[in-house]
Every structure is written in structure tokens, then in C-alpha cells.
T-cell receptor
Framework: DAGVIQSPRHEVTEMGQEVTLRCKPISGHDYLFWYRQTMMRGLELLIYFNNNVPIDDSGMPEDRFSAKMPNASFSTLKIQPSEPRDSAVYFC??????????????FGPGTRLTVL | QKEVEQNSGPLSVPEGAIASLNCTYSDRGSQSFFWYRQYSGKSPELIMSIYSNGDKEDGRFTAQLNKASQYVSLLIRDSQPSDSATYLCAAYNDYKLSFGAGTTVTVRA
């Protein structure tokens, strides 16, 4: 299996621009998670989906952030407008299920976002 | 207070020694626990999971869980330079993982 795929791997943009991050989960995984990692705050859960439906978006920092999962193999995280404090590494992860031994989350390579 | 706290690092150990990493969690509803290893510039990689009180061994790694004390630990035996990384402790509850800040381990040759 190819694992979780994320694109782009690096994104540099200017403040105020729209940024779209993309994720393809592992085939057959029902859960998809978006995380943000910074030195100050560590690894934080932003939102997660179950069977393409957003379940918990309590970690989304503000209305500038939105996420969608139009089908089982694709999800996007959008920031509009972007701000310098959004600079971080954004990870997508997926898992087979949410319970028992199948709740292991597999992480993608991440997108390093820099907002100037 | 963060839901998951890890012992502050960095932790430096000589090659061949045991590295001991500790983690406490605040949510008693947490059902299972994970240790992830993250090399610099890379994504977290699962190395151990533990669901029941006691010890779980996998190669050079041993995870320990004490739910009464809300404590999780990871021992790395015969540490190798390739073990140099940041280790993240995570607690699972309500379909979500809460991560600690991580402990950076350096194994000196």
C-alpha cells in the first residue's frame, strides 16, 4: 500500500492568500484526521472524518480554516485568508477504525506551510 | 494543563544503555496508549501500542501502563544511534488521540 499521501510537501505563500492542502488516505480506512504541528503547541488535532463525514472540528482554530472530504479517497484542508501564525507542518492521518487494535493512525509525510 | 504530559528532555544516553521515557495523562477515560517516534523533518511513526495494565515488549522496546496511576512509560534497551529521535506519547479516547509534547532522545556513540 502506498500509505497516506499528502500534497504539496512544501508551500510558501503570502499573508492573505488562500492555501489548500490535500490528502489521500490509505484505501479502506474509514477515519481521516488532520493535525497541525508547531514547536510551541506540539501536535494538535484539527478535525476528523468518519466515512467522509466531519465528526469533530473542535480543534479548528477559527473560521479561516475549513476541511472537506468529498469521497473516501480525498480530503482537503483550506485556509483563507492565511496568516503568518498559520505557519506549521500539517499532517493527515488515517485509521481503519476507531476501536480496538485497528485504531492505529498512520501519518502522511506532512505539508510544511510557510506564510510570509 | 495538557491532557498528556511527558518528561522534559532532551534525554542523552550512551549507546547500549537503556533510555527511559515517561508519560502521564489526565483523562481517566483514555482507553489505549501509543508511542510514536518522529525523526527530525519526518512524520510520526507508531512503534508501540498498549491497552492493558502491565508490560508489553516488542524487540528492544517495552511499554508499561498503569491506569490507576495514569502513567505510561517506554523503555528502549540497548539504545542505538538510530534511536535518536523525538518520542511522542499519545492517549486515545472518544475516537481521538491526544499527544504529549514529546521527549527528544539522543544516543551518543
Amino acid at each position: 500500500d502506498a500509505g497516506v499521501i499528502q500534497s504539496p510537501r512544501h508551500e510558501v505563500t503570502e499573508m492573505g492568500q488562500e492555501v489548500t492542502l490535500r490528502c489521500k488516505p490509505i484505501s479502506g480506512h474509514d477515519y481521516l484526521f488532520w493535525y497541525r504541528q508547531t514547536m510551541m503547541r506540539g501536535l494538535e488535532l484539527l478535525i476528523y472524518f468518519n466515512n467522509n463525514v466531519p465528526i469533530d472540528d473542535s480543534g479548528m482554530p477559527e473560521d479561516r480554516f475549513s476541511a472537506k472530504m468529498p469521497n473516501a479517497s480525498f480530503s482537503t484542508l483550506k485556509i483563507q485568508p492565511s496568516e503568518p501564525r498559520d505557519s506549521a507542518v500539517y499532517f493527515c492521518a488515517s485509521s481503519l477504525s476507531a476501536g480496538g487494535v485497528d485504531n492505529e493512525q498512520f501519518f502522511g509525510p506532512g505539508t510544511r506551510l510557510t506564510v510570509l | 494543563q495538557k491532557e498528556v504530559e511527558q518528561n522534559s528532555g532532551p534525554l542523552s544516553v550512551p549507546e547500549g544503555a537503556i533510555a527511559s521515557l515517561n508519560c502521564t495523562y489526565s483523562d481517566r477515560g483514555s482507553q489505549s496508549f501509543f508511542w510514536y517516534r518522529q525523526y527530525s523533518g519526518k512524520s510520526p511513526e507508531l512503534i508501540m501500542s498498549i491497552y492493558s495494565n502491565g508490560d508489553k515488549e516488542d524487540g528492544r522496546f517495552t511499554a508499561q501502563l498503569n491506569k490507576a496511576s495514569q502513567y505510561v512509560s517506554l523503555l528502549i534497551r540497548d539504545s542505538q544511534p538510530s534511536d535518536s529521535a523525538t518520542y511522542l506519547c499519545a492517549a486515545y479516547n472518544d475516537y481521538k488521540l491526544s499527544f504529549g509534547a514529546g521527549t527528544t532522545v539522543t544516543v551518543r556513540a
